[in-house]
């Protein structure tokens, strides 16, 4: 099994920074694809962003394409999402989420359902 558990969340103000951080404990997730999702208030989960277990792939939503930032440190077993120029509707609850099958792809690292780990969330609020 493996546990999943965010941090770095909180209150800023538009156009603030902030580093998400998700320690991963139970397993080595190396070669899992890892992901961030988010749900905004009253609206469904959504992807936010992946990256690869090999080769350094990432993938982004458009709607935070070139404000954000997915990174790994396998050594530390740990995922990072780095927030700049956030916005009021960036506003929600963040996850973290493990994918074993390790296997990425558009249509696949976008894919809930895909995910075999989620973490317990954390929650971002952009005040404007």
């Known amino acids: 099994q493996v546990q999943l558990l965010e941090s770095g969340g909180g209150l800023v103000q538009a156009g603030d920074s902030l580093r998400l951080s998700c320690a991963a404990s139970g397993r080595t997730v190396s070669n899992y694809v890892m992901g961030w999702f988010r749900q905004p208030p009253g609206k469904e989960r959504e992807f936010v962003a992946a990256?690869?277990?090999?080769?350094?792939?990432?993938l982004y939503a458009d709607s935070v394409q070139g404000r954000f930032t997915i990174s790994r440190d396998n050594a530390k077993n740990t995922v990072y999402l780095q927030m700049n120029s956030l916005k009021p509707e960036d506003t929600a609850v963040y996850y973290c989420?493990?994918?074993?099958?390790?296997?990425?792809?558009?249509?696949?690292?976008?894919?809930?359902?895909?995910?075999?780990?989620w973490g317990q969330g954390i929650q971002v609020t952009v005040s404007s």
């Open positions: 989420a493990a994918d074993s099958g390790g296997v990425f792809s558009v249509v696949r690292v976008g894919a809930i359902n895909q995910y075999d780990y």
């Open positions: 990256h690869s277990s090999r080769g350094g792939r990432t």
